[in-house]
């Protein structure tokens, strides 16, 4: 190494450890936004008059946005950048969900939903990408830490929500709070991520629309399209079990089993609170164990910890049952991706763009199905969806990579 090589070294090394740290910002802005209004869902419910149909056909508007523009992240990333479109995608998100706050009707409630899952799915692909390219200069596996960062700002928004509820905050006041916090929070982040545009690691990480079907269109072979149907599926079921948390932990927590207001949102906080520990520990049981192991065990984890919550309903037991379910599904959708991402005889970011584009899907379909069997029986019965999922996922873990063997 020359005497220029070793000083442009360490300079590059401390550009990447500081993009790091924005990045990790942006993954913990990202989930605490959200968190703070999954808890106060029973209240916006309540002040729309909404019923059970209602509030799920309602919920289901933030996944359907996210669907609706998840493909064309790609065209903002490789032409604006993905730091700028990750930084951007969180204040309006953030926005987004402080409108929610303010919607004086269930349809308004909706759109302004839609618009937010939008601009949510968009920051996804973008924080996602910008990792990887952070990842590159690293040269190892970081991109795990980050989403377990995200399951950490789901822990904190879940946090700010119970203080906001027990110090009875008005919810515009506590949504603006966050507004502010967290997108600020991002915007100084955009200053210390990585300059420019990534050609390369953008165009590994996403796909746009065209070369999505232009890959249907150049024909698949029947086995990769059928393991890209059961990893979309694995996908979905981490999707709809953790949605039950998301949706429904608060509102079952307060309303079937009489929670202190409080209370009742340490369901969902138990569910990320244990989502954040399965995914510090993934990375290290995967390598030990293959993902099909641990998708497996840990899908019966989530089924019988949830089960047993529903069966006996107590408040201790089911925000147990929640964190089992956390903790069950953490690896889920990243190993799904992480297949996908690796089929051969698909372009790079295809595969990983065909899943994280469909297992939405689980997210759009839940709160409908569980508001449908909520109103027509219970909510208790309404939520045996996630254990269900958790099962899908233990009989299709198959197609997941097999334990290594060691060299």
């Not at 919920?59 to 669907?67: K, S, V």
């Not at 070369?211 to 059961?230: K, S």
């Not at 089993?257 to 990320?272: E, H, M, Q, R, T």
Request: aromatic share 6%.
């Amino acid at each position: 190494m020359t005497s220029a090589e070793s000083i442009r070294r360490p300079a590059a090394d401390r550009a990447a450890r500081r993009a790091r740290i924005a990045v990790s910002a942006l993954f913990l802005t990202n989930g605490a936004l959200f968190a703070n209004i999954l808890p106060r869902y029973p209240e916006i419910k309540a002040a729309l008059e909404l019923d059970n149909v209602g509030y799920g056909l309602a919920l289901a508007a933030f996944p359907a946005g996210a669907i609706a523009a998840g493909l064309l992240a790609a065209v903002l990333i490789r032409r604006f950048g993905s730091a700028r479109v990750a930084v951007l995608g969180t204040v309006a998100t953030g926005l987004g969900l402080l409108a929610a706050a303010f919607a004086p009707s269930g349809l308004v409630f909706a759109g302004i939903l839609l618009i937010g899952g939008a601009s949510d799915a968009i920051t996804d692909v973008a924080q996602n990408a910008h990792g990887l390219r952070v990842q590159r200069l690293y040269g190892r596996s970081i991109i795990n830490s980050f989403h377990a960062i995200w399951s950490i700002g789901a822990v904190l928004g879940g946090a700010m929500a119970a203080a906001a509820i027990a110090l009875q905050l008005p919810l515009g006041v506590h949504l603006g709070i966050s507004t502010a916090v967290f997108a600020t929070v991002a915007l100084v982040a955009l200053g210390f991520c990585l300059p420019g545009r990534d050609e390369e690691a953008d165009a590994d990480a996403t796909a746009e629309p065209a070369e999505v079907t232009g890959a249907v269109r150049r024909g698949v072979a029947p086995r990769t399209v059928m393991i890209i149907i059961a990893l979309t599926l694995i996908a979905m079921a981490g999707a709809v079990a953790e949605d039950a948390g998301n949706s429904w932990a608060t509102l079952y927590l307060a309303e079937s089993l009489g929670a202190a207001a409080a209370v009742a949102p340490l369901g969902f906080i138990a569910l990320v609170g244990a989502q954040f520990i399965g995914r510090m520990l993934g990375d290290g049981m995967t390598d030990r164990f293959g993902q099909r192991a641990v998708a497996r065990v840990g899908g019966l984890i989530a089924a019988v910890g949830m089960t047993l919550a529903l069966v006996f309903p107590t408040v201790p037991g089911t925000i147990a049952g929640f964190a089992a379910v956390g903790f069950g599904i953490a690896t889920l959708i990243p190993a799904a991706m992480h297949a996908a991402d690796e089929l051969p005889g698909l372009r790079a970011g295809v595969g990983l763009t065909i899943v994280s584009w469909l297992l939405r899907l689980g997210f759009l379909l839940s709160p409908p199905f569980v508001g449908y069997i909520a109103e027509t029986e219970s909510l208790r019965a309404g939520l045996i969806v996630a254990p269900a999922a958790a099962l899908v996922a233990v009989l299709l873990a198959g197609v997941l990579e097999g334990r290594k063997p060691r060299r």
